[in-house]
């Protein structure tokens, strides 16, 4: 069974740091491109980044380049979401998504507030 379980989401002040994690299991990640995903309160979802499990190659949203970093570790089958800079702007429930397999994880809360 294909399984994505998201971790790492919390409270945080402005300008502060986070590491998201994404544990899959179910298949290998190495050989599939993920996606990030958010949705803010009332708002739709929102593509933050992507990762290619062929070559590596990183891709971001506008507003996350520079602040965010998409990253993997085959030996444990996990994805990692590191944001930097914070802003409130970025609360929202952030996701992991594998959409050749059609799988997305529940999700993992970030608040971003003084």
């Known amino acids: 069974e294909v399984q994505l379980v998201e971790s790492g989401g919390g409270l945080v002040q402005p300008g502060g740091s986070l590491r998201l994690s994404c544990a899959a299991s179910?298949?290998?990640?190495?050989?599939?491109?993920i996606n990030w995903i958010r949705q803010a309160p009332g708002k739709g979802p929102e593509w933050v980044a992507r990762i290619n499990g062929v070559d590596d190659a990183t891709y971001y949203a506008d507003f996350a380049k520079g602040r965010f970093t998409v990253s993997r570790d085959n030996a444990k089958n996990t994805l990692y979401l590191q944001m930097n800079s914070l802003k409130p702007e970025d609360t929202a429930v952030y996701y992991c998504a594998a959409p050749v397999l059609n799988s997305r994880g529940q999700g993992t809360a970030v608040t971003v507030s003084s």
């Open positions: 179910g298949f290998d990640v190495s050989h599939h491109p």
